[in-house]
């Protein structure tokens, strides 16, 4: 059997004496798409960025393709933080806020990492940005400052970005959260293609109607603990917690 492409191991992060994250479990495998639930302020962004190694986790290890990324369980670093750089690119990470470069057009914010990162001659980063943007439908605006695409279209440029590096794992945290509803299911569609070429992805959301359109397994969080986890259509229909129940309960739009 292959390896999950990331997974996590008694994760556990604090701030100060305020646990965020307590012994999370958790293996994403290739093609699969979790989504992360829960209240606000639970930890699904905190799970996120330990797992990119952006935040430091105080307890347990990340593994990427079966192999420890970042700290040990004790939370020292294993790898130095130029080694930890250089494995990133393997988790791609759609922010909420996409981080794209205002003063470059869509394409060589798509190329950006492939030149200054990988040290990629620029015509073929060029070429390989050029061909992702195609394959996302976005060539005739290739040449556009984020400024002068829609919410939609950035989001589309910031996956291609992330795309590029060809990562085993993508993170996304609020995919939806900028975007029109009648937007949502295409980004569902994009995640799908995604997926069905091996990459992993985790997606913390609050809407729980997109985690139900778009997510194979679900993961409910509460004050840093899972306090569920199962297929998405299976657990939201018959939901084995009285907590999962009531916090579904609550979310009027599903
Ligand atoms: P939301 O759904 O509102 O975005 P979330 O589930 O993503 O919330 P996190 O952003 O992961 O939650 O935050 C988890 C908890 O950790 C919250 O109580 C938050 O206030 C706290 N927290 C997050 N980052 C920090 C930090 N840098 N310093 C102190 N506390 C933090």
Known sequence: ?????I???SLGKRFGAFMALDAIDLDVASGEIVALIGPSGCGKSTLLRCLAQL???DL??????GKPFGTTADGTRRQSPRTIDAIRPRIGFVFQSLNLWPHMSALDNVAKALISVRRMPAAAALQRAQSLVEQFGMAQKASRRPADLSGGERQRIAICRALAMEPAALLFDEPTSALDPELVLGVRDVLRQLAGTGIGMVIATHDLGFAKAASDRLIFLEKGRVVETGATQTTLAAPNTERLQSFIQSVTHI
């Open 1 to 5: 059997m292959t390896d999950p492409v």
């Open 7 to 9: 997974s996590a191991r």
């Open 55 to 57: 935040e430091v986790p």
């Open 60 to 65: 347990g290890i990340v593994l990427l393709e």
